[in-house]
């Protein structure tokens, strides 16, 4: 909420009495916070969440697009479905290639040849995320290695940016700041070996605001989804990575209200062009969480200068994807 202050001077017969109002206006704000365009940049779905009922969780809170994939354990699985639901919603799906769980250490040739198929095929947006760095979750697989990991630098990855980078969209590459010192070098020549590609990174990686920072300052074709912040850890398995990572999320409890952090509000403020909101609704637990979802990042958004609330929100997404939300 914003205030503002008029001020009327009413002139009288031998004094002016200056009678000043204050008015409480909202600029972009409603009952439940900000009231403007969402633009939902990364969530992924397969038949477990229930297709048609997520998709009318968020046309009931309200999201104008939404950038979907499907969540594929064998390559080109649920990618039917998922066509037929663009077909069918076409104000709002903007579809993006299917995530593929099972690369082993570097990308197949399969995999390779199926996407940039069918990116041409079925006019993907972008390509779903590539699980390069994941820790492993409580809630999901597990590996000796305590980890999902695919070399940036492998063959196979680099024949696909190389051809991938002629379609002229972005890919989510997921990448988890648990081990820095092994991954940042690597990382960062690559985005810099490939300055034409626009590379989004899920989460803001689970990162501390330096890390964040520093990638965001030093790599102008590298974006950030603000997914998962709203909320306070994220269940890693191992205890060591989960000590690397920064899970204490956007907000801090002051007073009984959940507020920004004075260091994440300023760094929002400092990347505004390069961050998308998302839910990155995945499994059915989080989809069942989708409105609530939506009305804390709506409480969020206005505790920043609208401009800046209104680029996360939905325009940067815009800009990315190519598409707008009116």
């Known amino acids: 909420m914003t205030l503002q202050y008029f001020c009327y001077i009413f002139p009288m017969k031998t004094l002016l009495t200056t009678l000043c109002l204050t008015s409480a206006v909202f600029f972009g704000s409603g009952a439940h916070g900000y009231d403007g365009p969402i633009f939902d940049a990364m969530a992924q779905i397969d038949k477990k969440s229930g297709f048609k009922k997520s998709i009318s969780r968020v046309r009931n809170s309200g999201v104008a697009k939404i950038a979907l994939f499907a969540r594929s354990k064998k390559l080109g699985e649920y990618e039917t479905e998922l066509i037929k639901l663009r077909e069918d919603n076409k104000d709002l799906i903007i579809l993006g290639a299917p995530k593929y769980f099972f690369h082993k250490s570097d990308i197949g040739q399969d995999f390779i040849t199926r996407t940039l198929k069918n990116i041409s095929k079925y006019n993907y947006a972008f390509v779903g995320e590539i699980l390069y760095t994941h820790a492993d979750k409580k809630h999901g697989r597990q590996h000796n290695s305590g980890e999902v990991y695919i070399n940036p630098h492998g063959k196979g990855n680099l024949k696909f940016l190389e051809k991938v980078s002629k379609k002229n969209i972005p890919i989510m590459t997921h990448?988890?700041?648990?081990?820095?010192?092994?991954?940042?070098?690597?990382?960062?020549?690559?985005?810099?070996?490939?300055?034409?590609?626009?590379?989004?990174?899920?989460h803001m990686g689970f990162g501390s605001v330096d890390q964040v920072d520093e990638i965001l300052t030093r790599h102008p074709n590298?974006?950030?989804?603000?997914?998962?912040?709203?909320?306070?850890?994220?269940?890693v398995s191992d205890a060591q990575k989960s000590s690397s990572l920064d899970l204490k999320g956007f907000l801090k409890k002051r007073e009984g209200k959940l507020l920004l952090r004075d260091?994440?509000?300023?760094?929002?403020?400092?990347?505004?062009?390069?961050?998308?909101?998302?839910?990155?609704?995945?499994?059915?637990?989080?989809?069942?969480?989708?409105?609530?979802?939506?009305a804390k990042w709506?409480?969020?958004?206005?505790?920043?200068?609208?401009?800046?609330?209104?680029?996360?929100?939905?325009?940067?997404?815009?800009?990315?994807?190519?598409?707008?939300?009116?």
Request: avoid cysteine; charge should be positive; glycine fraction near 2%.
């Open 175 to 202: 990448w988890e700041f648990y081990n820095w010192k092994r991954d940042w070098v690597k990382f960062s020549k690559l985005y810099t070996e490939h300055p034409s590609t626009q590379f989004i990174i899920p």
């Open 222 to 235: 590298v974006y950030m989804t603000v997914s998962k912040k709203e909320k306070r850890g994220t269940a």
């Open 298 to 326: 709506r409480d969020i958004f206005d505790q920043l200068p609208l401009g800046v609330a209104e680029k996360i929100a939905y325009t940067n997404a815009e800009r990315i994807y190519g598409v707008k939300v009116k």
């Open 263 to 294: 260091s994440w509000k300023k760094l929002l403020i400092k990347h505004q062009d390069k961050l998308m909101f998302a839910t990155d609704a995945h499994k059915k637990f989080r989809w069942k969480k989708y409105s609530k979802i939506i």
